[in-house]
């Protein structure tokens, strides 16, 4: 399952909840009527959720329980260190700066030229290695926002 959706994706999510709320109230749907209620219980194998599950998991889903997908670059001048992330995520940097960098990676892209930096972290991170470190990653949002909230 793909856990990486654009706002536009995700506002129809959130649109077509809502919408599932409305008419389970108004009982346009029923869980098991062979169409829309059939997918919400995914036919019958559990008893989908209720219109006050819905609203939960909606609100649950506008605040994203204050956590957003998150990564964190580690970079010094223009070389990057490495890249983690909170949940598996692509990543990738388009740095107009193309002298000195490797001539296979500086592409044409969005209209002018880049040296292209393609982060896949799907693997957990090894010490000091791009991949997945929720800890570490929340620990410097931490620190983020604790020095945000000092300004």
Not at 3 to 12: E, G, H, L, R, Y
Not at 45 to 62: R, Y
Not at 120 to 143: C, I, K, N, R
Request: with cysteine; hydrophobic share 40%.
């Amino acid at each position: 399952m793909n856990s990486s959706i654009s706002k536009k994706q995700f506002d129809a999510v959130l649109a077509g909840l809502r919408l599932l709320q409305s008419c389970l109230e108004n009982r346009l749907v029923l869980p098991n009527d062979g169409d829309i209620g059939d997918i919400l219980t995914d036919g019958g194998t559990h008893k989908g959720l209720t219109t006050t599950e819905i609203d939960a998991l909606c609100g649950s889903l506008n605040t994203a329980g204050g956590v957003l997908p998150s990564a964190v670059i580690q970079m010094n001048g223009s070389v990057i260190h490495c890249a983690r992330a909170t949940v598996p995520m692509r990543i990738v940097l388009l740095d107009e700066d193309i002298e000195g960098g490797d001539r296979e990676r500086v592409m044409n892209v969005n209209g002018g030229t880049a040296y292209v930096h393609d982060f896949a972290l799907t693997a957990e991170a090894s010490d000091g290695q791009s991949g997945l470190d929720p800890a570490f990653v929340e620990y410097v949002l931490g620190e983020v926002d604790a020095a945000g909230e000092r300004q």
